[in-house]
Nanobody, 118 residues
Framework: QVQLVESGGGLVQAGDSLRLSCAAS????????MDWFRQAPGKERESVAR????????YYSDSVKGRFTISRDNAKNTVYLQMNSLKPEDTAVYYC???????????WGQGTQVTVSS
C-alpha cells in the first residue's frame, strides 16, 4: 500500500505556472502507475494525466494537453504535474492517485487546491 501527499497548490493568475508534487511513502512506488485527477466545485472528478510505472507512457486529457506535463522520479518516490498557461477553468482540487501494476485499485492523496484568477 502507498500513502500519497500532494503539495504545490495555490492561487495564481491566468497564464501563470504551477508545479504540483505528490510524495509517496513505501518502497514499491516504482510499481505504481500514477495519475493526477481534479475536481471543480459542482463537477465530477476528472482524469487529467497519467504516467506509467516506468515513465515510458503518458496520457493527458484534451483539456490540458500541451499545457500540463506529468513526470516522475522513482528515486525520490515523487510524481509531478507541471502546469503552464493556467486558465480559470483549471481551478479545482487536484488529487494524485496510485494504481499498482495489474490492479484497478486506486490509492488517493488528500488533494491540493489550485485557484486560477482571471
Amino acid at each position: 500500500q502507498v500513502q500519497l501527499v500532494e503539495s504545490g497548490g495555490g492561487l495564481v493568475q491566468a497564464g501563470d505556472s504551477l508545479r504540483l508534487s505528490c510524495a509517496a511513502s513505501g518502497r514499491t512506488f516504482s510499481n505504481y502507475d500514477m495519475d493526477w485527477f481534479r475536481q471543480a466545485p459542482g463537477k465530477e472528478r476528472e482524469s487529467v494525466a497519467r504516467i506509467s510505472w516506468s515513465g515510458g507512457f503518458t496520457y493527458y486529457s484534451d483539456s490540458v494537453k500541451g499545457r500540463f506535463t506529468i513526470s516522475r522520479d522513482n528515486a525520490k518516490n515523487t510524481v509531478y504535474l507541471q502546469m503552464n498557461s493556467l486558465k480559470p477553468e483549471d481551478t479545482a482540487v487536484y488529487y494524485c492517485a496510485g494504481v499498482p501494476r495489474g490492479s484497478s485499485l486506486y490509492y488517493w492523496g488528500q488533494g491540493t487546491q489550485v485557484t486560477v484568477s482571471s
